[in-house]
């Protein structure tokens, strides 16, 4: 209702339910089209990768930087293949319904090698500030070790196939990576991460996980989210 320009109340028209559903539809279109081809949220699992990501921190995954983007797109976001150091996460190889994270230490056609933890590339050492060995023990390479634990800090020269690239994971103590189910194929490389927007540890083992009500646990949340991660790029 609203007056006229004679003073009396008349009834305005509604807006079509159409017109106030658009805005919405908008919203949902570009938040589908940012999650396929620009952007994806993505929680660090397991110890694999520290002290670079610590498990419970939440990353931002750039998906389009290595994948070119359709038509006009092309030129707003350009894309690139992995390069070596790059953090990426990829579909498992073993079970492509599990996305992982791991960093890129060799590439198509480079013969990498390790000896006694240190890792080569065509022949080269390569330089891994970022590699992080929480057990003193370097396991020899003996035959008569079992060869889970010699793989772990000996492997023999391999070839990376082409379109694949070969991944370790910086805690290289704790982690299952190329060294034990090979390359990944460039093909299951889904994007490379960003940046941490939030980090919140998992519980301890020992933790009681009952007796918080819905009122207390958003500060609860508050009170366990490591702060200082926030927005900390991944290098």
């Known amino acids: 209702m609203g007056p006229d320009v004679h003073g009396r109340q008349v009834e305005r028209p509604s807006r079509p339910l159409r ?21 994806q949220a993505f929680e660090v699992p397991s110890r694999s990768m520290e002290k670079t990501v610590l498990t419970g921190d939440r ?16 030129k707003l976001l350009p894309s690139r293949p992995p390069r ?5 996460v990829f579909r498992f190889p073993g ?48 035959p008569a070790i079992p060869e889970e634990h010699r793989r772990r800090d000996q492997l023999a020269p391999q070839t990376v196939p082409p379109g694949a690239y070969f991944v370790l994971g910086d805690n290289r103590d704790d982690s299952s990576d190329s060294r034990t189910w090979g390359p990944v194929p460039a093909s299951h490389v889904v994007g490379r991460a960003l940046l941490v927007y939030w980090s919140l540890p998992p519980r301890a083992s020992d933790a009681p996980s009952g007796g918080v009500s819905w009122l207390t646990r958003p500060f609860e949340i508050l009170s366990r989210t490591r702060w200082s991660r926030s927005f900390l790029p991944v290098r």
Do not use: M, S
């Not at 960093?103 to 022949?123: N, Q």
């Open 19 to 39: 017109e106030r559903a658009d805005p919405i539809l908008a919203a949902i279109v570009f938040a589908l089209f940012a999650r396929t081809f620009l952007f």
């Open 59 to 74: 990353l931002l995954v750039n998906k389009f930087v290595f994948a070119a983007a359709p038509g006009a797109l092309a």
């Open 84 to 88: 070596r150091g790059d953090v990426v």
């Open 95 to 142: 079970d492509p319904r599990r996305d992982i994270l791991k960093r890129v230490v060799a590439l198509p056609g480079e013969t990498i090698e390790i000896h006694d933890r240190r890792v080569f590339v065509d022949g080269q050492i390569l330089r891994e500030p970022y590699a992080f060995h929480a057990d003193d023990h370097v396991w020899p390479d003996d």
